[in-house]
T-cell receptor
Framework: DQQVKQNSPSLSVQEGRISILNCDYT??????FLWYKKYPAEGPTFLIS?????DKNEDGRFTVFLNKSAKHLSLHIVPSQPGDSAVYFC???????????FGTGTQLKVEL | SQTIHQWPATLVQPVGSPLSLECTVE??????LYWYRQAAGRGLQLLFY??????ISSEVPQNLSASRPQDRQFILSSKKLLLSDSGFYLC????????????FGPGTRLTVL
């Protein structure tokens, strides 16, 4: 049972435009959500997170939106840069955080 | 600042051979430690986590085991590797009792032939 889903395996965006990566979840007990960025042959790098008590969190070019009623979150990257090309994973956890449940990832390609 | 190390970076092992992957964390005390595996084209799957020395929780029954002999050391082992053990193994840490963000090491690429 895939509790965290990233239905788009890939996304291509032009440099300078907005990248929107989507993630859906099924477990209503999840209360903390994270986005990680991963380059090939490297460990994931933490990008941004959001608690379920909020619906938006912003950090520089990265903004995460949470829609609890729809069990949906999204990551917006504005403006997109070629260095943003990577695989992006969303993850979710319940209180305590000992188990992160990851989506399968979305490969973002930012083209010149 | 905290840093996390994993070694080796890459490993090619024959089926049936033993395995030992090591992870160490610097710059923090009593972290929660985690082992994940990413199989080809898949997401990250939690294998084991530890909240203290000698304390191991297993998430997925498998051919692997984990140990935490020291506060900042986490070891992933196998007595006999299977082809299906191939993958990218990641160690992660989190401050116990703090926010839920986990921070990952650089990973080990294991190929079992």
């Amino acid at each position: 049972d895939q509790q965290v889903k990233q239905n788009s395996p890939s996304l291509s965006v032009q440099e300078g435009r907005i990248s929107i990566l989507n993630c859906d979840y099924t477990n209503s007990m999840f209360d903390y959500f994270l986005w990680y960025k991963k380059y090939p042959a490297e460990g994931p790098t933490f990008l941004i997170s959001i608690s379920s008590i909020k619906d938006k969190n912003e950090d520089g070019r990265f903004t995460v939106f949470l829609n609890k009623s729809a069990k949906h979150l999204s990551l917006h990257i504005v403006p997109s840069q070629p260095g943003d090309s990577a695989v992006y994973f969303c993850a979710a956890t319940t209180g305590g955080g000992n188990k992160l449940t990851f989506g399968t990832g979305t490969q973002l390609k930012v083209e010149l | 600042s905290q840093t996390i190390h994993q070694w080796p970076a890459t490993l090619v092992q024959p089926v049936g051979s033993p395995l030992s992957l090591e992870c160490t964390v610097e710059g923090t005390s009593n972290p929660n430690l985690y082992w994940y595996r990413q199989a080809a084209g898949r997401g990250l799957q939690l294998l084991f986590y530890s909240v203290g020395i000698g304390q191991i929780s297993s998430e997925v029954p498998q051919n692997l085991s984990a140990s935490r002999p020291q506060d900042r050391q986490f070891i992933l082992s196998s007595k006999k590797l299977l082809l299906s053990d191939s993958g990218f193994y990641l160690c992660a840490w989190r401050l116990a009792g703090a926010a839920d963000t986990q921070y990952f090491g650089p990973g080990t690429r294991l190929t079992v032939l």
